[in-house]
Nanobody, 128 residues
């Protein structure tokens, strides 16, 4: 059974930090790039970060660049998203997803690329 399970969400004050984890099972994790998306009720799903399958190439949206860091541990089949200097506008449900190529993370919004697997989401709430 294919699963992507996010954890680590929660409530944090502005300026604080959280680390999200995305643990995979049921598929060949090393073959896939992993993307992080976020979504609020009033916005479309936004690709905020991603990491390639093997060489560790990363992607960051401008909105999180310099504050978020993505990493992966292929032995543990887990990807992490370290979020620092959190802002009110970072409040969202965060999803991890598996894709064949890293650029799918940034180009998903075009509608031309799809994710193979999605997690269930983890809520991050940043308070003032």
């Amino acid at each position: 059974q294919v699963q992507l399970v996010e954890s680590g969400g929660g409530l944090v004050q502005a300026g604080g930090s959280l680390r999200l984890s995305c643990e995979a099972s049921g598929f060949t994790f090393n073959d896939f790039a992993i993307c992080w998306f976020r979504q609020t009720p009033n916005k479309e799903r936004e690709g905020v970060s991603g990491i390639s399958s093997r060489d560790g190439t990363t992607y960051y949206a401008d909105s999180v660049k310099g504050r978020f860091t993505v990493s992966r541990d292929n032995a543990k089949k887990t990807v992490y998203l370290q979020m620092n200097s959190l802002k009110l506008e970072d409040t969202a449900t965060y999803y991890c997803a598996a894709a064949w190529h890293l650029h799918y993370c940034s180009d998903y919004h075009t509608g031309r690329y799809g994710m193979d697997y999605w997690g269930q989401g983890a809520l991050v709430t940043v308070s003032s």
